[in-house]
Each structure stands twice: as structure tokens, then as C-alpha cells.
């Protein structure tokens, strides 16, 4: 690929000027002036660009962004990047929906039973009188038992204040 363009920057610029200019002129009889002012000074810009010499630099931008892409499209090694790229995004779906049907998540309160089984006091405070630890105890293993049997957190954070309010 020609590393400068086939003809001048600031001819390109040019002629891309005009044939904006052209596009503008439709625009603001169909839309009205403001469209049409702002289609001309979008289509100045080429113009500007040629004549400060960033037309050569555009020019090389799309030759080097056309080669990448064709290297890509014909490289067995990025295509194998692409196949790890993409079978990591299936496994990302499907843990998703593994953790949507609670398959091969653990639950909160498997882990609360299995932390209460290591602990020998079980949260009970004696120096606190016993009755309050032992209420909040018995909380915990009714909130357990909910998580066990399906129920979730928000859902059971609304049968607590169903339950305050004395509606069952």
C-alpha cells in the first residue's frame, strides 16, 4: 500500500469540500437554514485538513486500520484468540445462568450451620443474660431455615415487617 496519498491533501480536501457543499445546499432548501449552515461548516473541514497537511496523516490512519484488519482476518493465531475469547464469554453465560436455577451455589445458610457446627457457644452471650442471645439465635435459625427451604433475603426482610406489623 502507498505510504502518500495518490493525489494532494489539499486537492482531496477540496473536492471533498465541494461535494459536502452540494450536500449542504439540499439539506438547507429541504430543512432550512440552520441545517444548512451547520452542513457547511461541516463540510469545511476536509478543506481545512488538507491544507494543514492532516489529510496525509488520515490517509495513513485508514491504510494501517485496512492492514490490521485483513492481517486479522487471514491469521490462524488470532482466530485463536477469538475462539478463547469467545468461549470464555460462554462460560460467563452459563455460570450466570447456573447461579439464576441455584445450581452449584452454596446457600447462606448452608454456610451459617457449617459456621455454628465450629463455634461451641453458637452465638450465645452468658455475660449478656442469655435470654437476648438466645432470642437472637432463635431469629437466626428461622432465617436460616427460610434460606434453606428457597426463600430469599429481600424476601424475608418483607415477612419480618409483615410479621411486625402483625399481617401474616
Known sequence: MPEQLPIAGP????ALT???LLVSWVVWRRRGAASGLRGVAWSLLP???GLLGLMTILWRL???LVGFFVSLAFNPVVWGGVVVAALAVVLWVV???MRARGVGVRKGGERASAEEGRRPAAGIDSASGGAAGAAGAQGQSRRGAKQQAGGDDDFGEIEDLLRKHGIE
Not at 486537492?11 to 477540496?14: I, R
Open 62 to 64: 485508514v491504510t494501517d
Open 11 to 14: 486537492m482531496l480536501g477540496a
Open 18 to 20: 465541494v461535494v459536502g
Open 47 to 49: 478543506l481545512a485538513a
Open 95 to 97: 455460570s450466570g445462568v
